[in-house]
């Protein structure tokens, strides 16, 4: 896929909704080739292509790695319960998607700040009694775990999954991420997991990565590619699940670890401590 990848029109737009400015949740619609974006976003993502050409690779690779660590979490951890934080517009494969084929009862909130993603996640999800979406603030995250919709679909007394994966690159260093994603920590029962997945510069010239900023300073949220060593912060004090932090493309994906593309998402799992058992370090 090059910068001058044609995308499909984009749906009409709803009563309201400014178009012009680009959406970080569209632009990433536009590199995983859907159709719920619109003229702005299509030219950030030709713009962010032309900067880092492998960025819709690498956005598929984001997407694998979500389907993978769904179906770890529900088959082998036996967890039943998730919080997609962040979820950006809905596409083949959702959580609950995947979720639900280990257990049809699992429970999946889905949680965003923009309003159009949950808007079209309401409308996949009207008939469901098991799943559900909110508008929510990853900045406010005490406020979320106490929402209606949380308290109802999720048990806080029982191991939760919360996802978390491609979101905390669009919060800048001064809304101090490190101590968001702790914060969510401290509310998770024993035996919870941290899904994360990050935007990292570390593999790719530096007049790329500056590009690519650029193009998001003029979207709807700025965009943080952080270093490997800033990343691992946002799982401390957990336990990491093997093979720790790893490119995205690589993590349980053993016939993808080989390959000589850069790194463009450092990803992982953390698991809270059990009772009576200290953190590994």
């Known amino acids: 896929m090059t910068g001058q990848a044609p995308w499909p029109a984009g749906p009409v737009p709803p ?13 990433y619609d536009c590199l995983l080739s859907g159709k719920d974006n619109f003229e702005a976003d299509r030219e950030a993502a030709r713009r962010l292509l032309e900067a880092v050409p492998d960025a819709a690779r690498a956005a598929r690779a984001n997407r694998a ?31 609950h998607e995947i979720a639900q084929i280990a257990d049809p009862q699992a429970h ?15 409308a996949l999800l009207a008939n469901s009694l098991t799943v559900a979406a909110t508008h929510a603030d990853l900045r406010q995250p005490d406020q979320l775990f106490t929402m209606p919709v949380i308290r109802t679909l999720i048990d806080a007394g029982q191991p939760l999954a919360v996802l978390l994966v491609a979101v905390l690159h669009f919060l800048p260093d001064a809304d101090d991420p490190w101590a968001l994603v702790d914060r969510i920590k401290r509310r998770l029962a024993p035996g919870s997991y941290v899904v994360i997945s990050h935007v990292t510069s570390d593999e790719i010239p530096r007049e790329a990565a500056r590009q690519a900023a650029e193009v998001y300073r003029n979207a709807s949220a700025p965009g943080v590619a952080r270093s490997r060593g800033d990343i691992a912060r946002f799982f401390s004090g957990l336990d990491m699940v093997e093979p720790g932090l790893v490119d995205v493309s690589a993590w349980r994906a053993p ?10 998402f450092s990803a992982g799992i953390g698991r809270t401590p059990l009772p009576g058992r200290e953190r590994a370090d």
């Open 15 to 27: 009563l309201g909704l400014d178009v012009t400015v680009p959406n970080v949740a569209r632009i």
């Open 108 to 122: 999946v909130v889905y949680s965003d700040i923009d309003p159009m993603v949950v808007v079209h996640a309401n």
């Open 65 to 95: 790695f979500l389907a993978r660590t769904v179906q770890f979490l529900a088959r082998e951890a036996g967890i039943r319960q998730f919080l997609d934080i962040g979820t950006g517009l809905p596409t083949r494969g959702n959580v």
């Open 255 to 264: 016939h993808l670890a080989g390959q000589p593309r850069p790194a463009l």
